[in-house]
């Protein structure tokens, strides 16, 4: 049984940070994932990608809309992928969810990934 948890999401005003935590349940990252992944979704849009990390953490990618303000990280021993989020913007403000993948495909759609958390809610006031 596979399970990904994210948590961490809240409000918090313009120019403020959160970090979201993502911990996988039922596997292992280090062994496991391929990649891991964030994406977003605010109301009435798709589900964008924002950035990925690759297994052993040296390689990630990051959409520009959040580049130079999020950062991504993991904790191995935890079990965990961090989201950093820095300088936050209204425009920010989506329904967060973390992915995982283990089919080699760490692109920036939403098939590339397999597993799924269940969403976290962030939302940035001005």
């Known amino acids: 049984q596979v399970q990904l948890v994210e948590s961490g999401g809240g409000s918090v005003q313009a120019g403020g940070s959160l970090r979201l935590s993502c911990t996988a349940v039922?596997?292992?990252?280090?062994?496991?994932?391929?990649?891991m992944g964030w994406f977003r979704q605010a109301p009435g849009k798709e589900r964008d990608w924002i950035a990925t990390?690759?297994?052993?953490?040296?390689?990630?990618h990051y959409a520009d809309s959040v580049k130079g303000r999020f950062t991504l990280s993991q904790d191995n021993t935890k079990n965990t992928l961090y989201l950093q989020m820095n300088s936050m913007k209204p425009e920010d403000t989506s329904m967060y969810y973390c992915?995982?993948?283990?089919?080699?495909?760490?692109?920036?759609?939403?098939?590339?990934?397999?597993?799924w958390g269940q969403g976290t809610q962030v939302t940035v006031s001005s």
């Open positions: 992915a995982a993948s283990t089919l080699r495909l760490c692109g920036t759609s939403r098939d590339d990934y397999n597993y």
């Open positions: 039922g596997y292992s990252l280090s062994t496991i994932a391929y990649c």
């Open positions: 990390i690759y297994t052993g953490g040296r390689v990630t």
